[in-house]
């Protein structure tokens, strides 16, 4: 079975969306999709935490 099909994703403009409106990464964004997962609110609490934090 492939990577793709064991882990659901978020869809590339969903996660540009997130990181356009938090100020971090994209991959700052995937990274903290993988630990909290797919809640709107918590990922761009994590990614404004994480900017404020630089």
């Known amino acids: 079975m492939a990577e793709d099909q ?3 994703g ?5 996660v540009s969306d ?3 409106e938090s100020g971090a990464s994209e991959h ?3 990274e903290i999709v993988s630990l909290i997962g797919f809640d709107r609110n ?3 609490r994590e990614a404004r935490l994480l900017k404020k934090n630089r």
């Open 6 to 8: 064991r882990r659901p």
């Open 10 to 14: 978020m869809k590339p403009e969903i």
């Open 18 to 20: 997130l990181a356009r």
């Open 28 to 30: 700052q964004i995937r």
């Open 42 to 44: 918590s990922i761009l």
